[in-house]
């Protein structure tokens, strides 16, 4: 079976403060994918990064990063320098090649709110 | 934006009606799976179509049905509204699959109020 945990509910920090979104998965393939999407009031999930299970290398992207740990079955995020405009919700989904072609297995969602 | 479009954007219906969603995928892209969100949950997979066929189903009941047509266009059917059918309902489309990774690029979804 395929699940994914993100046991942040809502996370709240002020401009500039760095944020680590959690994100711990469950599969039995050897093959699959890990995802992060962020949906903001508008309600479009707008793609921010997919990794392989082969590619535990760390990524950065501007502000972004990811640290994918197979040992401990997490793929977190964080946002450094927050901005208000990161405010939205943030969901960390799975797809192996076990199941339906490509089909998201995503967690709950975090709920960032950035202040000014 | 991803080029997946989704009509209508809201629909406010009444329990025991039937509704019909539609999507455009991305051109190039012969594959469309729907999804249901819920209020402040993550999206549950419905159904896939690959080349007019279902290809695989998630735990929903069959009054959700859906079509492909030859253009790769999409329709959710749901019969029978219930008030748990109140939702935001995503479509993402995928391009042929590489062998290496399946992408899904999200339509902006439709907003469906069952009152």
């Known amino acids: 079976a395929q699940k994914v945990t993100q046991a942040q509910t809502e996370i709240s920090v002020v401009e500039k403060e760095d944020v680590t979104l959690d994100c711990v998965y469950e599969?039995?393939?050897?093959?699959?994918?890990l995802f992060w999407y962020k949906q903001p009031p508008s309600g479009e999930l707008v793609f921010l990064i997919r990794?392989?299970?082969?590619?535990?290398q760390n990524e950065i992207s501007g502000r972004y990063s990811w640290n994918f740990q197979k040992s401990t079955s997490s793929f977190n995020f964080t946002i450094t320098a927050s901005q208000v405009v990161d405010s939205a919700v943030y969901f960390c989904?799975?797809?192996?090649?076990?199941?339906?072609?490509?089909?998201?297995?995503f967690g709950r969602g975090t709920q960032l709110t950035v202040w000014p | 934006e991803t080029g997946v479009t989704q009509s209508p954007t809201h629909l406010i219906k009444t329990r025991g009606q039937q509704v019909t969603l539609r999507c455009s995928s991305q051109?190039?892209?012969?594959?469309v799976s729907w999804y249901q969100q819920a209020l402040g949950q993550g999206p549950q997979f419905i159904f896939q179509?690959?080349?007019?066929?279902?290809?695989g189903r998630g735990n929903f009941p069959p009054r959700f049905s859906g079509l492909q047509f030859p253009n790769y266009s999409s329709e959710l059917n749901v019969n029978a509204l219930e008030l748990d059918d109140s939702a935001l309902y995503l479509c993402?489309?995928?391009?042929?699959?590489?062998?290496?990774?399946?992408?899904?690029?999200f339509g902006p979804g439709t907003r469906l109020t069952v009152t």
């Open positions: 990794r392989n299970s082969f590619d535990e």
């Open positions: 179509y690959y080349r007019e066929e279902e290809n």
């Open positions: 993402a489309s995928s391009p042929p699959p590489s062998g290496v990774t399946y992408e899904q690029y």
């Open positions: 989904a799975l797809s192996s090649r076990g199941s339906t072609l490509g089909r998201l297995y």
């Open positions: 599969t039995r393939d050897t093959t699959y994918y």
């Open positions: 051109s190039g892209h012969n594959t």
